[in-house]
């Protein structure tokens, strides 16, 4: 076991990732952020230094904090955000958990200007770890050409009507294109593969906003994980569709008839409240063979010649098939080994609806209630003095050892990828009635092999339902992982036998007062 120790600079910086140079927030000057390798077991160690002129705070999505909730990165829920020249440390373990992860600024809107990076957890026992022999990184995002605060303000003004802004292009691993020509060469995410072995490749959907479907071309997916949940491999695509927060691993095999070639890897957003949009924004990647001595098989050169590749190169490529059909993924995907607890022990009704307040905003509501983040103090503070929640936090008590079934009733006609932090839960029921209700009496829950993960999406006017254990002591916010949504109030957060965070995080009658910014 090992501990993987970092210093990480939040810092804006220029930078042009699909061409179109604009201030980025990074870390270390860095964008995508440093990618975090860790194994199974190794702690991890990170003190986040914030030199930008606004607070910030990092989340590790998808990690479960056992014992570590002050790890979680949610201001105003489980820590004070980090004041601009101050800092603060993450440490937690990765005991519990392997897979494909990332992290993110949990603050405001700064994610969507490029604080974020994956973090993969490697497991020596995983139970693909054989059928592949190496491996590559596909994060996804939709960009901005605008600052995300400016966007924030325009779309939580009346004048949006709640339309959320349009992305301007999308990237792959930082790398996009805009307005691509003879004069305006665009560059590519490179990625190499040799013939005749098998390549895993972690997908990662870090949008703001964009639904994506990722295709490679001349290749099948075989999916082997959702969200740190190991599949078990039945599945094999031509295309996948994946939402706001969610991952998948694929494994790709290079036994083409005639590898002298390269092959396009295209993501293109799939969001439906963009179906008026003039254009959907695509991303392009190559996927380029190489031979066992690691040269490229279509032009003999070591791999090592050119990072990126121009338009130069785009002849040797092929385009990408239209009409390419995606599964639905939830009724198909099935895991490995996550035996679902086949009884509920509480059910909790959630009701998603979008409408004005008296300003004329577009909010977003869980149960009716629009959550506001706490500035001042932190959920976790006033857990700790006993002090009552704001009813703006929607804060759902639960005890330990509950089995929750959560009944999502989207009434929205928008699609909605829901993340809980600290957690898996499995996807028991989903489906379209007429009003988006529920109706037990005529749905049969799978309980048999149903996935698990930690970010689903409901589908406009639909339902789902969903089941966790309150095996993890914390106060676990659960959201829309599409940034808009959260920041027009989609979010809410579970108290989990919260009086057993006394012992770990100490009893005050003092309130924690956070610095104001
Ligand atoms: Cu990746 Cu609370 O989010």
């Known amino acids: 076991k090992q501990t993987f120790s970092a210093e990480f600079n939040v810092e804006w910086f220029f930078a042009a990732p699909d061409g179109y140079i604009r201030h980025v927030l990074g870390i270390n000057r860095q964008f995508p952020a440093p990618v975090i390798h860790v194994c199974k077991g190794d702690t ?18 998808g990690m479960f904090q056992y014992g570590t909730l002050t790890s979680d990165g949610v201001p105003g829920v489980t820590q004070c955000a980090i004041q601009p020249g101050d800092y603060y440390q993450y440490k ?3 005991d519990y958990q392997a897979g494909t992860y990332w992290y993110h600024s949990h603050y405001s809107v700064q994610y969507i200007d490029g604080l974020k990076g994956a973090l993969i957890i490697h497991d020596p026992k ?21 600052l995300a605060l400016d966007l924030e303000a325009y779309y939580l003004s009346p004048a949006s009507n709640g339309t959320e802004p349009i992305p301007d292009t999308a990237l792959i691993n930082g ?4 307005n691509c020509s003879l004069v305006n060469k665009c560059s590519y995410y490179d990625t190499i593969i040799q013939v005749n072995t098998t390549k895993r490749f972690r997908i990662i959907n870090t949008s703001a906003f964009a639904v994506f479907v990722l295709t490679i071309h001349g290749h099948k997916m075989r999916m082997i994980e959702a969200d740190g949940v190991n599949l078990d491999g039945n599945i094999i695509v031509d295309s996948l569709r994946i939402n706001a927060g969610q991952r998948y691993s694929v494994l790709v095999h290079a036994n083409e008839q005639n590898p002298k070639r390269n092959y396009w890897i295209q993501a293109t957003i799939d969001s439906d409240v963009m179906a008026s949009a003039p254009v959907q924004p695509t991303v392009k990647a190559i996927l380029r063979y190489v031979d066992e001595n690691g040269c490229y098989v279509s032009s003999k050169k070591p791999i090592n010649s050119h990072l990126n590749s121009t338009d130069d190169n785009l002849k040797i490529l092929d385009s990408i098939h239209e009409g390419d059909q995606f599964i639905d993924i939830y009724s198909s995907l099935v895991p490995l080994d996550s035996p679902v607890p086949q009884q509920s022990t509480k059910k909790v009704l959630i ?16 149960n009716n209630i629009s959550f506001l983040h706490l500035m001042d103090t932190t959920l976790l503070s006033l857990t700790r003095a006993q002090q ?42 989903a489906g379209k009635t007429n009003d988006g209700d529920y109706n037990s009496s005529q749905v049969v829950l799978n309980t048999l092999n149903p996935l698990a993960r930690d970010t689903a999406s409901i589908n406009p006017i639909s339902y789902m339902v969903l089941r966790f ?23 809410l957060v579970w108290a989990e036998a919260a009086e057993l965070l006394h012992y770990k995080y100490g009893l005050s009658k003092e309130l924690d007062v956070c610095a104001a910014y």
């Open 469 to 491: 254990e309150a095996n993890n002591p914390g106060l676990w916010m659960m959201h829309c992982h599409i940034d808009w949504h959260l920041q027009a109030g989609l979010a």
């Open 175 to 178: 790398i996009g294109q805009y």
């Open 126 to 146: 995983d139970p693909w770890i054989s059928a592949y022999e190496d491996e590559d990184i596909l994060m996804l995002t939709d960009w901005y050409h605008t």
């Open 351 to 366: 009701e998603i609806e979008f409408y004005a307040n008296d300003e004329n905003v577009n909010l977003a509501h869980f």
């Open 92 to 94: 937690f373990h990765t």
């Open 44 to 61: 991890i160690k990170i003190t986040v230094i914030n030199k930008i002129d606004a607070p910030t705070s990092i989340h590790w999505h």
């Open 388 to 429: 009552p929640y704001p009813q703006s936090n929607n804060v759902q008590i639960i005890q330990y050892g509950d089995i929750i079934d959560i009944i999502l009733n989207n009434h929205d006609t928008g699609e909605h990828p829901i993340h809980l932090h600290g957690h898996i839960f499995w996807i028991l029921a």
